[in-house]
């Protein structure tokens, strides 16, 4: 509840917790239908360790996160698919942090990557464009 009261007030983005907890459930569903027997159920996944918490409260941090719409989905996205895998197949039972800690050291990569093109240029950046005299 009170992500939904942070997300009404623009005080996060609430496309970072939709993503991070969509991808987590469709990697825990992609596992768990492979073999149930061995893997858990989506829904214990969502609801179990900090995953919630980290998805709404510690994921969205303005400074750590991309800005561009698309970037913000794949920054979501990354940090649920390794928590999940980080939980399956590591030594650590919660891994929300480290992921959190990952997407945060690729947001420079996702940012460069999901930037939009500067209108009136063609395949120049902006910044060879800058460098030229």
């Given at each position: 509840m009170c992500g939904a009261y942070l997300a009404v007030r623009?005080?996060?983005?609430?496309?970072?917790?939709?993503?991070?907890?969509?991808?987590?459930?469709?990697?825990?569903?992609?596992?768990?239908?492979?073999?149930?027997s061995r893997y858990p159920a989506p829904l214990f996944m969502l609801l179990s360790g900090g995953l919630m918490l980290g998805a709404v409260f510690m994921a969205t941090d303005m400074v750590g996160s991309p800005v561009t719409p698309l970037g913000v989905w794949i920054y979501g996205a990354l940090i649920g698919a390794v928590t999940i895998l980080i939980r399956l197949f590591g030594a650590l039972p919660e891994g929300v942090m480290y992921a959190i800690l990952l997407g945060n050291a690729a947001t420079p990569l996702i940012e460069s990557v999901t930037?939009?093109?500067?209108y009136g240029t063609r395949g120049a950046t902006v910044k060879q464009r800058a460098s030229k005299p």
């Open positions: 623009r005080m996060l983005d609430w496309r970072i917790p939709v993503a991070v907890l969509l991808s987590a459930a469709l990697v825990t569903w992609a596992f768990h239908a492979f073999d149930a930037q939009p093109r500067v």
